[in-house]
């Protein structure tokens, strides 16, 4: 059709790969014409298609997202998979750094039998996300800083913790796409001199509220592996790395020893 003809068009002279793919689901997210071309000079200017359209896919589901956060990376789909699989039906999961609450819903979503889940977050606009996302499995959310807003009744008490806390370091946040470093909030990007500094403040809190047996998953970098490793180890976990090639994505595992 010739709107959508113009549309690639527009797409492609600014530079977007998929233009294709982009221009139907702008067709498809936009109420009527007007809306349509507002769309399309978001997006045009640079604004991540997420946040334009409203949504990111995410696990194959779809996740509320907007303007002011951060967007769920095809990547940390590995994160997901792994804590999956160590999650039992009922176990109690925490999506710790949530932003708008995939990780959590996502493990929740794989889980036959559900979950109790539970997410944090600093960023109350990412936040008004996650309330959304997470509703579906009876998700509750809590605002403030790591372990701070949690409920005491928590204590002890969670299965898997999954983490994906920013870990880019200051220095490198200016080499980060457009899209990322223009518009997701900085907190969610800069993890602070070596970008580990919230990794460190997640494994030196985690154990008073893990259970026997509980686990820890936090995404990180290949080349950081070892250094989110060595913070997990030093909070006395037992710790593990694994690496998806083909999702470039790297998780380190700390989990509390029985006995």
Do not use: K
Request: glycine letters at 12%.
């Amino acid at each position: 059709m010739r709107y959508l003809t113009s549309l690639v068009e527009s797409l492609r002279a600014a530079g977007c790969v998929f233009a294709e793919e982009e221009a139907d689901l702008l067709a498809s997210a936009a109420r009527d014409d007007g809306h349509l071309a507002d769309l399309l000079a978001r997006r045009v200017a640079g604004e991540p298609l997420e946040h334009v359209v409203g949504w990111a896919e995410f696990c194959g589901l779809r996740m509320e997202v907007g303007e002011g956060a951060f967007v769920p990376r095809r990547r940390t789909e590995f994160l997901v998979e792994q804590a999956a699989a160590l999650t039992r039906p009922g176990a109690v999961v925490l999506d710790l750094c949530c932003g708008v609450g995939a990780l959590g819903a996502a493990v929740a979503a794989r889980v036959p039998g559900g979950v109790e889940l539970h997410a944090a977050d600093i960023d109350p606009a990412a936040l008004a996300y996650a309330r959304r996302n997470v509703a579906p499995y009876g998700g509750a959310v809590w605002e403030g800083d790591l372990y701070g807003p949690l409920p005491a009744s928590l204590r002890g008490r969670v299965d898997v913790l999954v983490v994906n806390a920013p870990y880019v370091p200051t220095q490198e946040i200016g080499l980060m796409p457009p899209e990322a470093r223009d518009h997701e909030p900085l907190v969610s990007l800069d993890g602070g001199a070596d970008g580990l500094d919230v990794h460190r403040r997640v494994a030196a809190g985690a154990r008073p509220w893990l259970a026997p047996g509980g686990h820890l998953l936090i995404e990180t970098s290949a080349r950081q592996s070892e250094a989110t490793a060595g913070a997990l180890a030093s909070a006395g976990l037992a710790v593990r790395a694994l690496t998806s090639e083909e999702l470039y994505a790297t998780v380190v595992i700390g989990s509390v020893q029985a006995g």
